[in-house]
């Protein structure tokens, strides 16, 4: 995505402001042979996450996720597989620095086959690291 403005929940932003946008999105678990997981650091509030977003207009669900994850990493998803969903408002709502509020319902996958290289934009990702799971960062 070049430009927020230009996304779909971009232009739903000019017309609604900072108000609660019900949005649906995916994540997706990247695991590595050694049982590390694929983690990036978030740019907008620092906080750790699994590769995950919004969809735009036109894509099914699947799509969200490799586009999600190919954005973020660098990384193109060869085969994954849904193993649950997202929803409770307790930890899927999210009020972002500037004021917008999103309530995520989201299809979580899981991949152990990709293809690429690792590239932090700048933009959406400040890092990406590898976890094992009984050491993930503080800050998630």
Known sequence: MSDFGDSYLGQLRQVIG???????GARCVLEREDGRVLLQQRVDNGLWCLPSGYAEAGEDITQVMRREVREETGLEVLDAKAWGFSSDPAYETTLYPNGDQVQAFGLDFFARSWRGDLHVDGVETAALDWFPPDALPEAM
Do not use: E, K
């Open 18 to 24: 900072n108000r609660l946008v019900l949005m649906p």
